[in-house]
Nanobody, 122 residues
Framework: QVQLVESGGGLVQAGGSLRLSCAAS????????MGWFRQAPGKDREFVAAISWNGGRTYYADSVKGRFTISRDNAKNTVYLQANSLKPEDTAVYYC???????????????WGQGTQVTVSS
């Protein structure tokens, strides 16, 4: 059974940091693009960041560029999202995804995690 399990979410004050992790099991994702998306209440799921199979290329939404960093450890089958300088508008459920069906920024991926809540207080 293929699973993506996110962790590391929580409540943080504006300006603070969190490190999200996404641990994969059931198959190796070392050859897949991995992505992070988020969804705030009443809004569509939006792209946050993506990373190529070997970490050589990374992509970010303009809203998080310079504040968030995506990375991966293929030996651990894990992808990370370091979120710094958090803002209240970053509040959302953050989802990990693997193996995009179309483009990396479109939320059509083969595998999804269950999400982890990030809440940023002002």
């Amino acid at each position: 059974q293929v699973q993506l399990v996110e962790s590391g979410g929580g409540l943080v004050q504006a300006g603070g940091s969190l490190r999200l992790s996404c641990a994969a099991s059931g198959r190796t994702f070392s050859s897949d693009t991995m992505g992070w998306f988020r969804q705030a209440p009443g809004k569509d799921r939006e792209f946050v960041a993506a990373i190529s199979w070997n970490g050589g290329r990374t992509y970010y939404a303009d809203s998080v560029k310079g504040r968030f960093t995506i990375s991966r450890d293929n030996a651990k089958n894990t992808v990370y999202l370091q979120a710094n300088s958090l803002k209240p508008e970053d509040t959302a459920v953050y989802y990990c995804a693997a193996n995009p069906s179309t483009s990396y920024y479109t939320p059509v991926y083969a595998y999804w995690g269950q999400g982890t809540q990030v809440t940023v207080s002002s």
